[in-house]
Nanobody, 119 residues
């Protein structure tokens, strides 16, 4: 089992920045892909960014150039640096972890952290 705990959400004005963190514990040796998803009210959960143990990454088109995902394997922690935030980035952000090679699959989820961007 893997436990994920997010931190760093909050309220920010449009154009501002936030950094999210997600610390994994438990059977972390099994994790390959970690990532961030988000879900806005009335919308489906969408993948924002993922990073493999090899440090290769994938981003949603909507955040490319604005968000950066990073990973510290020694701390079993990932980060999401969000810049140039827009009101449409408002959502609950969830950390995910997957044990397989498919970056689209998540086996574990965090509890979520709210990000609110005001206009």
């Amino acid at each position: 089992q893997v436990q994920l705990v997010e931190s760093g959400g909050g309220l920010v004005q449009a154009g501002g920045s936030l950094r999210l963190s997600c610390a994994a514990s438990g059977s972390t040796f099994s994790i390959n892909v970690m990532g961030w998803y988000r879900q806005a009210p009335g919308k489906q959960r969408e993948r924002v960014a993922v990073i493999r143990r090899s440090m290769t990454t994938n981003y949603a088109d909507s955040v490319k150039g604005r968000f950066t995902i990073s990973r510290d394997n020694t701390k079993n922690t990932i980060y999401l640096q969000m810049t140039s935030l827009k009101p449409e980035d408002t959502a609950v952000y969830y950390c995910s972890a997957g044990v397989g090679l498919d970056f689209r699959r998540a086996d574990y989820w965090g509890q979520g952290t709210q990000v609110t961007v005001s206009a």
